[in-house]
């Protein structure tokens, strides 16, 4: 049985995949959880676009709730003594599901621009057994983002 995440190194020997990435999306516009996962679903798209692929990681989250800590009170101190165990409901803002389906195409420019940045403007990396990898000259990313767009 062949596992997909091994691939066969040059020696013959089995080794893990290192070739994903993790990719954060951060907003303040008003989220819950389900919208989150669909804007973090959508991010594909923004990474389809640079030809990337891979055992890649989305995550989305939002700081547009700020919900208290909610404490607790030990025996002789002020204040009620608060149960854990009794949900403690909460009033949140939220977009509305009709009106989120610009932040997908953000979310997705924003990514493509991301991996850009990464590859035009990191420095030279050196790697395993002597190799290097530099980065692609802005000029000629310019070239053939263009040509691709025609």
Do not use: H
Request: net charge neutral; aromatic share 6%; with cysteine.
């Amino acid at each position: 049985m062949e596992i997909a995440s091994l691939k066969d190194s040059s020696d013959g020997s089995k080794e893990p995949r290192k070739d994903g990435s993790i990719i954060i999306i951060a907003t303040d516009a008003p989220l819950v959880p389900i919208q989150l996962q669909r804007l973090a679903t959508r991010a594909t798209v923004g990474l389809g676009k640079v030809g990337a692929y891979g055992r890649d990681i989305f995550l989305a989250c939002s700081t547009a709730n700020k919900i208290a800590f909610q404490e607790f009170s030990m025996q002789g101190q002020s204040g009620p003594a608060v149960d854990q165990y009794k949900p403690f409901p909460r009033a949140i803002q939220m977009s509305d599901n009709d009106s989120i389906n610009c932040l997908f195409g953000a979310a997705a420019d924003a990514i493509e621009e991301a991996i850009y940045n990464r590859v035009c403007m990191a420095g030279t990396m050196a790697g395993v057994k002597g190799r290097a990898a530099e980065a692609i000259d802005l000029d000629k990313m310019k070239e053939i983002v263009g040509a691709r767009l025609v």
